[in-house]
T-cell receptor, first 114, second 109 residues
Framework: NAGVTQTPKFQVLKTGQSMTLQCAQD?????MYWYRQDPGMGLRLIYY?????TTDKGEVPNGYNVSRLNKREFSLRLESAAPSQTSVYFC???WGPGSNYGYTFGSGTRLTVV | GQQLNQSPQSMFIQEGEDVSMNCTSS?????WLWYKQEPGEGPVLLIA?????ELTSNGRLTAQFGITRKDSFLNISASIPSDVGIYFC?????????FGTGTSLTVIP
């Protein structure tokens, strides 16, 4: 009964390093989302996947790539990390792109880029 | 993206006091949600509103979908220390939800 699981929970990277944030869900939801949360900025959408096999850019996609590996998993990749990408990253899921029942969030990955 | 303005940005209140916060937008939404985020965790859904004018309660929490469909309100009655956290509103339009910047609530015992 895990819901939405994000790994890792914490990460420190050096500028220029790459890493992949993982998200897996057991909700049987069709849509998955990646957000970043910065102080005073709320939640900003990076990328989303309306359904398996599709991905689309959100509000702040620059510097990121995503892969919808299967229905359960949606990963976020930073190819060359920059200090401006220091943030808390949340994965979220929903029944579908038009669903208005709300999103279920993971507990976040806290990333620091030095 | 859509702009949702939440106020106040932060609140410091005594335990037992009532709390009011709101969320406004220049856009019309067909659904309003309220989330709570505790330190170190992701947001958790508190209340969902689907109809203009709707008033919905969840324990000590009451939320309303504004009649203009451009705003929503959340009230917490008789606050307790575990109400501490950041409260986010979210409005649904098109194919996604848009989030407010949050109201940080501190409850002083």
């Amino acid at each position: 009964n895990a819901g939405v699981t994000q790994t890792p929970k914490f990460q420190v990277l050096k500028t220029g390093q790459s890493m992949t944030l993982q998200c897996a869900q057991d909700m049987n939801h069709n849509s998955m989302y990646w957000y970043r949360q910065d102080p005073g900025m709320g939640l900003r959408l990076i990328y989303y996947s309306a359904s398996e096999g599709t991905t689309d850019k959100g509000e702040v996609p620059n510097g990121y790539n995503v892969s919808r590996l299967n229905k359960r998993e949606f990963s976020l990749r930073l190819e060359s990390a920059a200090p401006s990408q220091t943030s808390v990253y949340f994965c979220a899921t929903s029944w579908g792109p038009g669903s208005n029942y709300g999103y279920t969030f993971g507990s976040g990955t806290r990333l620091t880029v030095v | 993206g859509q702009q949702l303005n939440q106020s106040p940005q932060s609140m410091f209140i005594q335990e037992g006091e009532d709390v009011s916060m709101n969320c406004t937008s220049s856009s019309i939404f067909n659904t309003w949600l309220w989330y709570k985020q505790e330190p170190g965790e992701g947001p958790v859904l508190l209340i969902a509103l689907y109809k203009a004018g709707e008033l919905t309660s969840n324990g000590r929490l009451t939320a309303q979908f504004g009649i203009t469909r451009k705003d929503s309100f959340l009230n917490i009655s008789a606050s307790i220390p575990s109400d501490v956290g950041i409260y986010f509103c979210a409005g649904h339009a098109g194919n996604q939800f848009y989030f407010g910047t949050g109201t940080s609530l501190t409850v002083i015992p």
